[in-house]
């Protein structure tokens, strides 16, 4: 009992260690966005293009999914409060369903382009 009284503190410090590290690297992730490599408005494929523009002029869109709140539960993107982010669909050529290719658009007009179902993101630049 007595070297457990005693290994107590340093158990602790590790715990503790552990803990900042894992909230650095959750910070870490929840900045992304702000880092996240960029795409020019001009490098996106045709659909994005066309997609921006429905957002531009907001809408019709073709899909009663677009303009849903993103949630951003992994947080690739900057952390914001619940409703913040938008998404909607870029569609895929030769597909018969909405595709994993989407834009996201936060409220202050950042935009985010993603071909891989929200797994990695570029920001959409002028």
Known sequence: MKAWFHARPVVLAIVCLLACLFS???????????RAPTV???ELPGE??????LIRRNG???????GVVFGN?????????RGYYR??????PGL???G????????????YYTHDHYRSFRRIVE
């Open 60 to 66: 019709p869109f073709p899909y009663e999914r677009d």
């Open 87 to 92: 998404e909607y669909t870029v569609p895929t």
């Open 48 to 53: 994005a293009r066309a997609t921006l523009a």
């Open 24 to 34: 650095g690297y959750a910070s870490a992730r929840s900045e992304q966005g702000d």
């Open 100 to 111: 994993a290719r989407r834009i996201v658009a936060g409220r202050n007009g950042e935009l």
């Open 96 to 98: 018969d369903h909405r």
């Open 73 to 81: 539960f992994e947080r690739r993107l900057p952390v914001r409060e």
């Open 40 to 42: 020019a408005v001009g």
